[in-house]
């Protein structure tokens, strides 16, 4: 089946970092691309960052460059999204998610609440 699993979210203040992990079962994760996605409240879903398979290529959203990071472990089927400089603007639910262009695939996390504010 697949599944993912998020972590790290919390209350941070301005200028702050966190680190959000997913963890992933049930599937070959070194054949994914992984991304992270965010939802604010009333806003559409965007695409955060995203990695291929073997770390080759990572993109970014502009509002997020320069301040996080990407990054993957398919030995520990694990996807990290370090994040510094944090804005309230950042504030949302972020959610992470696995694609396979072979399959058509497509898995997604429960999401993970992250909270900018003095």
Same mark, same amino acid.
């Not at 990695?51 to 993957?72: H, L, N, P, Q």
């Given at each position: 089946? &697949?599944?993912? /699993? @998020?972590?790290? &979210? &919390?209350l941070v203040q301005p200028g702050g970092s966190l680190r959000l992990s997913c963890a992933a079962s049930g599937f070959t994760f070194s054949m994914y691309a992984m991304s992270w996605h965010r939802q604010a409240p009333g806003k559409e879903r965007e695409m955060v960052a995203a #990695? !291929?398979?073997?770390? @080759? /290529?990572?993109?970014?959203?502009?509002? /997020?460059? &320069?301040?996080? !990071? #990407?990054?993957?472990d398919n030995a520990r089927n694990s996807v990290i999204l370090q994040m510094n400089s944090l804005k309230p603007e950042d504030t949302a639910v972020y959610y992470c998610k696995g694609y396979s262009r072979n399959s058509n695939r497509e898995i997604w996390g429960q999401g993970t609440l992250v909270t900018v504010s003095s």
């Open positions: 089946q &697949g599944q993912l /699993v @998020e972590s790290g &979210g &919390g #990695i !291929t398979s073997a770390s @080759e /290529v990572r993109r970014y959203a502009d509002s /997020v460059k &320069g301040r996080f !990071t #990407i990054s993957r």
